[in-house]
């Protein structure tokens, strides 16, 4: 059976902004790759086990399984790398101005690590001076790795991958991490973005910004993180041609706070922040578009 329109390939031009030399910046994405291998085979290690669970002051669940990962994590960078900084989830900042700062988060997606549901991964970044140019989502379960870095093209599995174009809102398909996220100064933004696309989908953590790379999501918006939550999404999503801002569509990076947006075609993307800026309901761009049979999606191989 073929595939749809809203299905078509679509590539997207990367453009460099060279602020780390390609030499220097290869040997870092090779540590970073030995440090998510070990994470890797952790995670596959230790779901089959016992583990302790707690709950953290904000509420939010941690497992033994999250500190040791980052622990390993940790030993690999400041093994190679003395000199960096270390910004983790479960462990206190190393050196957090220094040039290089790495971010880790061993596991995104505890609550569906907790319920044996594989779209949890492991995320790790890279910041030259507060920018992000690496980014590594490993998703341990599926067997899936994302690399996003600095002037090149983001891969899964070693091979080029793509966001698809979406030219109106109301073709999109959307996509946040947990509606239990949002409260009441942000929950009617939610809704309204919700309404002006075509479908919405929950529950997919970083996954869900690896399918904006590979096409298959078209914009994904998040509340209530940290830094060590979004940063590797950001050079991913814009090596595979994407968008990834604040809500107030300021470029994203290390102090970019709790509220972003990514997007496959920076078309959806302007209009989902005008959407996102809605001060009521009756404002005309907050209003659902009527779906055309000519507008299209389209998706990648």
């Not at 988060?105 to 949890?120: E, R, S």
Request: proline share 5%.
């Amino acid at each position: 059976m073929s595939e749809p329109s809203f299905f078509s390939v679509k590539s997207s031009p990367i453009e460099s902004k060279d602020i780390v030399n390609a030499s220097e910046l290869s040997r870092l994405t090779e540590c970073g790759l030995r440090a998510v291998d070990v994470s890797g085979a952790l995670i596959r290690e230790y779901i089959r086990k016992p583990f302790q669970i707690e709950v953290k002051g904000d509420g939010s669940p941690a497992t033994s399984v999250d500190q040791a990962v980052e622990d390993q994590m940790r030993e690999i960078i400041a093994g190679e790398h003395p000199d960096h900084g270390i910004l983790g989830e479960e462990r206190k900042a190393i050196a957090p101005d220094s040039e290089f700062v790495w971010a880790i988060d061993p596991i995104d997606g505890t609550l569906p690590f907790l319920a044996g549901i594989p779209v949890f991964g492991t995320l790790l970044a890279l910041l030259h001076n507060g920018i992000p140019v690496l980014g590594i989502i490993d998703m341990p379960m599926t067997a899936e790795r994302w690399i996003g870095a600095d002037g090149r093209q983001t891969t899964r599995n070693g091979r080029p991958v793509h966001t698809r174009g979406c030219a109106d809102l109301s073709m999109a398909l959307m996509s946040t991490s947990n509606p239990d996220y949002y409260d009441h100064t942000n929950a009617p933004a939610l809704e309204r973005l919700k309404q002006a696309t075509r479908f919405a989908v929950y529950g997919g953590s970083c996954m869900f910004y690896a399918q904006i790379a590979s096409g298959r999501v078209d914009i994904c918006i998040d509340v209530g993180f940290k830094v060590w939550d979004y940063v590797a999404l950001i050079p991913v999503v814009q090596g595979a041609g994407g968008v990834f801002t604040d809500w107030e569509g300021c470029a994203a990076g290390l102090h970019t706070g709790s509220q972003y947006i990514a997007a496959g075609d920076p078309r959806i993307h302007e209009q989902a922040l005008n959407v996102l800026s809605c001060q009521t309901e009756s404002n005309s761009t907050c209003a659902k578009a009527e779906i055309q049979g000519s507008k299209k999606c389209e998706q990648t191989e």
